[in-house]
């Protein structure tokens, strides 16, 4: 089964006031492009938050955001550690009471020792990040169904396409042989009208027109353009990295399309041949959103 590469999904979790959010969404990309927006506290996390990530998308260019909440206040502001403050405090007086000071303390006072007033940012995203790791996997989960969904009915309208140049390639396998015998008679006929003197050499005549309307057979590249069809349901149906396989596939079918436009003795085939080119083209473009 085949994925889209765009989709969209939202995952929370909760416990007690403390509550996370997740969002995440991919767009078209050769390859994976992963980019986060995290609540500051847990930017020690991002490695963890990238390969958790890694771990269930493959190809795209994805946007993920968290935001945290403690009540009704956005994003998770470091608790305070009471022993800290009550340490800066007692540091501040026997300060003023050395330098004979008559001044009150001031909170701004406290503040200028705030990076010992917090508890750890790494305490604080260890305990917190099984939540915001329940979030995430909710939201990827979401993403994955939506790009499953999608990826779904791009197989439904590959398949038809596909279809369509089965039938097509019929057509030209069946108009083939007849086009090259009734090519090499015509040949023949207009040789033997410019000169003359070539019936005499008939055995040589014959010899020259089937190598010039064997060059005009087609039959090695409808084998092989039936034998990258088959590859391509193959991949639609089993391969892990469809996307990739697919366009390397296509380009193929492509080159021998190509060749049996060029090497096309009649109207019927050419007709055909560029029914193929057209379906081609619109699977190119529909495999680039599958990852």
Do not use: W
């Not at 003023?96 to 750890?120: E, G, H, R, W, Y």
């Not at 996997?137 to 999608?150: G, H, I, P, T, Y």
């Not at 391969?239 to 019927?268: P, Y």
Request: with cysteine; net charge negative.
């Amino acid at each position: 089964m085949i994925s889209s590469m765009t989709g969209y999904g939202k995952g929370l979790a909760k416990n007690g006031d403390l509550s996370v959010e997740a969002e995440i969404k991919s767009l078209n990309s050769r390859y994976l492009d992963l980019s986060l927006r995290l609540p500051k506290f847990l930017q020690n996390k991002e490695f963890e938050v990238r390969e958790r990530v890694k771990s269930k998308i493959k190809r795209g260019k994805v946007y993920l955001s968290v935001s945290v909440k403690k009540g009704e206040f956005e994003e998770r502001f470091n608790e305070i550690d009471p022993a800290s403050v009550k340490f800066a405090v007692g540091l501040l007086k026997d300060i003023k009471k050395s330098a004979k000071l008559t001044d009150k303390i001031k909170l701004s006072d406290v503040l200028l020792f705030q990076n010992m007033l917090f508890k750890d940012d790494s305490e604080q995203a260890s305990e917190e990040f099984g939540l915001v790791s329940e979030a995430i996997d909710k939201a990827v989960s979401e993403l994955n169904k939506m790009r499953d969904a999608e990826g779904s009915e791009l197989e439904k309208d590959l398949r038809k396409r596909i279809l369509i140049i089965e039938e097509s390639l019929t057509k030209i396998e069946t108009s083939a042989s007849i086009t090259v015998k009734e090519y090499f008679e015509k040949l023949k006929d207009r040789a033997l009208q410019l000169v003359g003197d070539l019936a005499n050499n008939n055995d040589r005549l014959n010899v020259e027109l089937a190598l010039l309307s064997e060059r005009s057979d087609v039959t090695e590249e409808c084998v092989r353009l039936r034998s990258h069809i088959k590859m391509f349901l193959d991949t639609l149906e089993k391969s892990e990295d469809a996307g990739r396989r697919l366009n390397f596939i296509v380009q193929e079918m492509n080159r021998e399309a190509n060749t049996i436009n060029s090497k096309s003795l009649a109207s019927e085939i050419s007709h055909s041949g560029i029914m193929i080119k057209e379906e081609i083209e619109k699977i190119r473009e529909q495999i680039q959103n599958i990852e």
